[in-house]
């Protein structure tokens, strides 16, 4: 079955330390995302791809850093430079930048500072 | 920039009772769709509403787009435990290509 797929589900780590969240999507889909969602504040946008080797900013890409160099991973690191990285992070994948709305989304990764 | 506000925030109603959900933007919305997120888990597409006056249903779900496309609104009826998690508006802004959320409703149905 096609999806998409996020791991860990939990992650801990280390202040100062950098930490890459991984993305994988077997949907054949040109189009990924990488959000960060903290309570009350509903889902931001960080970094999105249209296609392999491209990406562009999002809303709060300051801290995070991405890379697309197959169709099927788009991961995010997460960088020391990020001041209060403690939050649930979304990656998802559609068609295309234009097909938003069919955006399929991955279960999510915890990601807890300590 | 374009934004979604949802109300309420958080929601806690009995089991069997209906409940309203809302989705307000600042602009005029070409795409409004409706997400709901079991806690910790990745998001659920419920329905999507592109028309003024639209409204859906799915099972005990009913979704509606005002005449002026800046308002929505979910409602449930006789509301289940399994309708329980955040419910998610999202909407499209032709000007980025990009989806926008809502700020999100957190809903618990107790017995």
């Known amino acids: 079955d096609g999806g998409i797929t996020q791991s860990p589900k939990y992650l801990f780590r280390k202040e100062g330390q950098n930490v890459t969240l991984s993305c994988e999507q077997n949907l054949n889909h040109d189009a990924m995302y990488w959000y960060r969602q903290d309570p009350g504040q509903g889902l931001r946008l960080i970094y999105y791809s249209q296609i392999v080797n491209d990406f562009q900013k999002g809303d709060i890409a300051e801290g995070y850093s991405v890379s697309r160099e197959k169709k099927e991973s788009f991961p995010l690191t997460v960088t020391s430079a990020q001041k209060n990285p403690t939050a649930f992070y979304l990656c998802a994948s559609s068609p295309s930048t234009v097909l938003v709305a069919e955006a399929f989304f991955g279960q999510g990764t915890r990601l807890t500072v300590v | 920039s374009q934004e979604l506000e949802q109300s309420p925030q958080s929601l806690i109603v009995q089991e069997g009772k209906n409940l309203t959900i809302n989705c307000t933007s600042s602009k005029t919305l070409y795409g409004l769709y409706w997400y709901k997120q079991k806690y910790g888990e990745g998001l659920i597409f419920l329905m999507m509403?592109?028309?003024?006056?639209e409204e859906k249903s799915h099972e005990k779900i009913t979704a509606k787009l005002d005449e002026k496309k800046q308002q929505s609104s979910l409602h449930i009826t006789a509301s289940q435990p399994s309708h329980a998690g955040i419910y998610l508006c999202g909407a499209d802004n032709p000007n980025t290509d990009k989806l926008i959320f809502g700020t999100g409703t957190r809903l618990q149905v107790f017995p």
């Open positions: 509403l592109q028309k003024g006056g």
